[in-house]
């Protein structure tokens, strides 16, 4: 399977953006989804994650009450609403994918190119 993610950007502090990840290749259905950004001198961290029926959401400290993930298995793709954007939200954004929950990246084996968000203060 291939991990196409869209949808980075300029907003200015306060503002919103939404990220896609389409998956191409296979079903996404059966995987769990995450989303994770990476700075140019930090490790990448994780950002959300949600489970293949998409009951089940997780959310790092940083984000939680501003972002949302969702999926749209039917789509084949995966969501990240960013709301409330902070100039410190300015990295690359990564979606991937793996059979089980997790929040480490080290985790994940399937991963999209990234695509950058940028907030203006």
């Known amino acids: 399977v291939q991990l196409q993610a869209s949808g980075g950007g300029l907003v200015q502090a306060g503002g919103s953006l939404r990220l896609s990840c389409a998956a191409s290749g296979r079903t996404v259905v059966g995987l769990t989804m995450g989303w994770f950004r990476q700075g140019p001198t930090k490790e990448r961290e994780f950002v959300a994650v949600i489970t293949w029926s998409g009951y089940r959401t997780y959310y790092s400290d940083s984000v939680k009450g501003r972002f949302t993930i969702s999926r749209d298995n039917a789509k084949n793709t995966v969501y990240l609403q960013m709301n409330s954007l902070k100039p410190e939200d300015t990295v690359i954004y990564y979606c991937?994918?793996?059979?089980?929950?997790?929040?480490?990246?080290?985790?994940?084996?399937?991963w999209g190119q990234g695509t950058q968000v940028t907030v203006s203060s």
């Open positions: 991937a994918a793996r059979r089980a929950v997790g929040m480490a990246a080290s985790t994940y084996d399937l």
